[in-house]
């Protein structure tokens, strides 16, 4: 699927606020794609997530086969990795390798909004599937729907990694 785009990537690529493809989540948390492996030849997906106060992440994860990164624009969020937790407020930058568990929560008082990447690309699919779930289910998968779909993208619960 390719993002609604301005002009072709094949000159740049301009997005206003709020341009990219709008996909929400349970919580008041919703994701903007704002490139993804279409336009990037898989390289890359570039990403604005933003959630309010209390909003949680998803359960404790790894990926297999791609590295994350995280960027705080607004807010303050907590991240787990494996038993480590850690504060990042606004200013603070996070990378994820692969094969690290990890999850966030924002635990601040005011919105938060998180700018990141996955490389490569490919992980943007696994927020679409989910997206569409949620849409038509009103909640997230079951634990088992869940790992089915999470392995589809090379990536496990961390419990069960």
Known sequence: MSIDNILPVESYLVLQ???????????????RVKIDGDDTDNALTFYEYVSEPGVTGPPQHIHHGHDETFYIVEGTYEFTFGSEQVIAEAGAFLYVPRGLPHTFRNVGEALGRIVGTFAPARFAEYFRELAAIIARTGSPPNRNEWAELYGRYDTTFFDSA
């Open 17 to 31: 606020r709020d341009g990219g493809e709008r996909l929400k989540f349970l919580g008041d948390s919703t994701m």
